[in-house]
């Protein structure tokens, strides 16, 4: 069985979902029958915590199959179908993100923008210079700067180089807009929840002065969803 994302309902067909040991670490069964990713790989990952993290997903799911419930699956499908085989475009797609990074773009204004910009994006450039050596240019509005070459080269030495991780900190950057926000997170200096906060105080302010919008809320909860997925896979990778 394999997941896709398409819009019909799936009715559940299996009893029991578990994890077993396979020929490339570990394997999601259903009813002792391993699942299979819409390109049909095997669904293996290295490690059993992240087995059972996905196999507690399939579990999860009542009489029909919801793919948006089960974002690290999804996820898991991301890296083996695709980013496998695309490595070096997946990872320079992170690095074009970096060159114009959400964090170095700053306001003029309303006064409590500009003060949270520098609370808390100063601290991921300050990191992002220290951990890697890679100096960024900031500018204000809209007008693109144009960031070091040496900087660049900085940050894609750092990509990581297996399909999991890498699947995770694109789906971040993507999803925060920001490479370098998604490596603080991937090596530990953000939580997700200070990341996701980090990436959204445009959306943040705009709320606390004019109230917030019911549907512009619930697609930022399914984004977040989809985040929060992507930071739990990378601290299950790193479980023993």
């Known amino acids: 069985m394999s997941l896709g994302s398409a819009a019909a309902p799936i009715k559940r067909f299996y009893k029991e979902a578990?994890?077993?040991?396979?020929?490339?670490?570990f394997q999601v069964q259903l009813?002792?029958?391993p699942v299979r990713t819409p390109g049909r790989h095997p669904l293996s990952v290295p490690g059993?915590?992240?087995?059972?993290?996905?196999?507690?997903?399939?579990?999860?799911?009542?009489?029909?199959?919801?793919?948006?419930?089960?974002?690290?699956?999804?996820?898991?499908?991301?890296?083996?179908?695709?980013?496998?085989?695309?490595?070096?475009?997946?990872?320079?797609?992170i690095v074009r993100y970096a060159g114009s990074d959400l964090v170095c773009y700053r306001t003029d204004g309303p006064d409590k923008l500009v003060a949270l910009q520098v609370q808390l994006w100063d601290p991921v450039l300050d990191w992002a210079q220290a951990r890697f050596g890679a100096r960024f240019?900031?500018?204000?509005?809209?007008?693109?700067?144009?960031?070091?070459?040496?900087?660049?080269e900085a940050v894609a030495t750092q990509l990581p180089d297996e399909?999991?991780?890498?699947?995770?900190?694109?789906?971040?950057?993507?999803?925060?807009?920001?490479a370098l926000i998604a490596f603080a997170v991937l090596h530990g200096r953000l939580t997700a929840e200070e990341a996701w906060r980090a990436a959204h105080i445009d959306e943040e302010v705009q709320e606390q002065a004019w109230g917030s919008d019911s549907e512009a809320e619930r697609r930022r909860q399914a984004r977040w969803r989809d985040f929060a997925a992507a930071v739990r896979m990378l601290d299950l990778l790193a479980a023993p």
């Open 137 to 152: 240019l900031l500018a204000e509005g809209v007008m693109h700067v144009t960031q070091p070459p040496a900087s660049l």
């Open 18 to 25: 578990s994890a077993a040991p396979g020929p490339d670490g």
């Open 48 to 93: 059993e915590a992240l087995a059972r993290e996905i196999a507690a997903e399939w579990a999860g799911q009542g009489e029909t199959i919801d793919p948006l419930s089960m974002p690290i699956t999804r996820l898991v499908n991301s890296a083996q179908d695709g980013v496998a085989g695309a490595m070096e475009a997946v990872g320079a797609e």
């Open 31 to 33: 009813d002792g029958r």
């Open 163 to 178: 399909p999991l991780r890498l699947a995770a900190l694109s789906l971040m950057t993507t999803l925060s807009g920001s």
